[in-house]
T-cell receptor, first 113, second 113 residues
Framework: GNSVTQMEGPVTLSEEAFLTINCTYT??????LFWYVQYPGEGLQLLLK?????DKGSNKGFEATYRKETTSFHLEKGSVQVSDSAVYFC????????????FGTGTLLAVQP | EAGVAQSPRYKIIEKRQSVAFWCNPI?????LYWYQQILGQGPKLLIQ????????DSQLPKDRFSAERLKGVDSTLKIQPAKLEDSAVYLC???????????FGSGTQLSVL
């Protein structure tokens, strides 16, 4: 079946450090891939997405590239800030009638000043 | 624009009691989702509505969970009777006509004692 696997957290970094959160997926065909972010006390919100192979999604300094050959969609940011502290969820959807989002387990990022 | 509204924010009940959660989606959004997020796991889709019809309820434990979306606007999710394993955050989300970008509410945190 369709699934998403994320690196386990928590990930603890100092401000201005480089961030990578790994995400790999299993799906038939060509899923769309997403990163959602959940800041403390808030709802999940879409961070970025990519809908086909080699697409790069970007937002707020974060980037992720859809790699079909490695079935990966790793999240990166060159210089993290304290305000980036949150839980990050990788997700996919296979489209179709329901367009159901399937989430990974989430990775907690804690950025220290 | 107003976001997805959910209530209550927190709920504590004893096992075998019943509980109901309410969700008001973003105005004009045809698709409404209920997700269950157990601590340490990613959100799992319970039920998806398109207007007031059910599109996907394959992971809804129908012996104890029920949901309705009258008039295709707000929705109620009910659990009766609750079990200890139902302790989770219940997230409501909406999107325009099943679009790939979901807008999430802040969730209802349920504790079953």
């Amino acid at each position: 079946g369709n699934s998403v696997t994320q690196m386990e957290g928590p990930v603890t970094l100092s401000e201005e450090a480089f961030l990578t959160i790994n995400c790999t997926y299993t799906a038939t065909g060509y899923p769309s891939l997403f990163w959602y972010v959940q800041y403390p006390g808030e709802g999940l919100q879409l961070l970025l997405k990519a809908t086909k192979a080699d697409d790069k999604g970007s937002n707020k300094g974060f980037e992720a590239t859809y790699r079909k050959e490695t079935t990966s969609f790793h999240l990166e940011k060159g210089s993290v800030q304290v305000s980036d502290s949150a839980v990050y969820f990788c997700a996919l959807t296979r489209g179709g009638a329901t367009n159901k989002l399937i989430f990974g387990t989430g990775t907690l990022l804690a950025v220290q000043p | 624009e107003a976001g997805v509204a959910q209530s209550p924010r927190y709920k504590i009940i004893e096992k075998r009691q019943s509980v109901a959660f309410w969700c008001n989606p973003i105005s004009g959004h045809a698709t409404l989702y209920w997700y269950q997020q157990i601590l340490g796991q990613g959100p799992k889709l319970l039920i998806q509505f398109q207007n007031n019809g059910v599109v996907d309820d394959s992971q809804l434990p129908k012996d104890r969970f029920s949901a309705e979306r009258l008039k295709g606007v707000d929705s109620t999710l009910k659990i009766q009777p609750a079990k200890l394993e139902d302790s989770a955050v219940y997230l409501c989300a909406s999107s325009p006509r099943g679009g790939e970008k979901l807008f999430f509410g802040s969730g209802t945190q349920l504790s079953v004692l």
